[in-house]
T-cell receptor
Framework: GESVGLHLPTLSVQEGDNSIINCAYS??????FIWYKQESGKGPQFIID?????DKRQGQRVTVLLNKTVKHLSLQIAATQPGDSAVYFC?????????????FGKGTLLTVNP | NAGVTQTPKFQVLKTGQSMTLQCAQD?????MSWYRQDPGMGLRLIHY???????DQGEVPNGYNVSRSTTEDFPLRLLSAAPSQTSVYFC???????????FGPGTRLTVT
């Protein structure tokens, strides 16, 4: 999951396994959460989002879980593939008029071994 | 459409030089923003704009200026580059009312 400091948390999985990437967010007033994937040398790419009135949302091979009680967000990737290797960021946005602003976590490096 | 485009892709500056990082989007998004990404620091918001003629500061605005004269373009200016501004810079845009932002490919800037 996310952590403070200079070294990225890392997760190494075998191809075909399921991956779970965790994120602890800080603002209990955050209304909207997004997961981004960033491949080496590229910009962040949107994966999936969830609003605070939901606790689960599914996409294609991905599921996001939100636990507001403990301010925890997770991204589950099913049947992980080598192309899933990247840094994954969670981002949170407050409710109200400033809902454009995103605060990013520091990222988790996912490595998929063939 | 091309989405969010940024130029240049790479740039090396000497301390004290000035330059402008270009960002353009063709999705008619109202909201545009600039982030910098440093190792272990995630992405930090520099400046943002909710529409043409409107800009505001983010988390780390010092040393950077922006303007938004059109919906499509949002340039970032470094007036006097410093080594601390060595970073990768990303521009992003989104529709009004949603935080789901789309990112450009980035500009890698080195200040010596």
């Amino acid at each position: 999951g996310e952590s403070v400091g200079l070294h990225l948390p890392t997760l190494s999985v075998q191809e075909g396994d399921n991956s779970i990437i965790n994120c602890a967010y800080s603002n209990s007033a955050s209304d909207y959460f997004i997961w981004y994937k960033q491949e080496s040398g590229k910009g962040p790419q949107f994966i999936i989002d969830i609003r605070s009135n939901m606790d689960k949302r599914q996409g294609q091979r991905v599921t996001v879980l939100l636990n507001k009680t403990v301010k925890h967000l997770s991204l589950q990737i099913a049947a992980t593939q080598p192309g899933d290797s990247a840094v994954y960021f969670c981002a949170e946005s407050p409710s109200g008029g400033s809902n454009y602003k995103l605060t990013f976590g520091k990222g988790t490096l996912l490595t998929v071994n063939p | 459409n091309a989405g969010v485009t940024q130029t240049p892709k790479f740039q090396v500056l000497k301390t004290g030089q000035s330059m402008t990082l270009q960002c353009a989007q063709d999705m008619n998004h109202e909201y545009m923003s600039w982030y910098r990404q440093d190792p272990g620091m995630g992405l930090r918001l520099i400046h943002y704009s909710v529409g043409a003629g409107i800009t505001d500061q983010g988390e780390v605005p010092n040393g950077y200026n922006v303007s938004r004269s059109t919906t499509e373009d949002f340039p970032l200016r470094l007036l006097s580059a410093a080594p601390s501004q060595t970073s990768v810079y990303f521009c992003a845009s989104s529709y009004s009312g949603t935080p789901r932002q789309y990112f450009g490919p980035g500009t890698r800037l080195t200040v010596t």
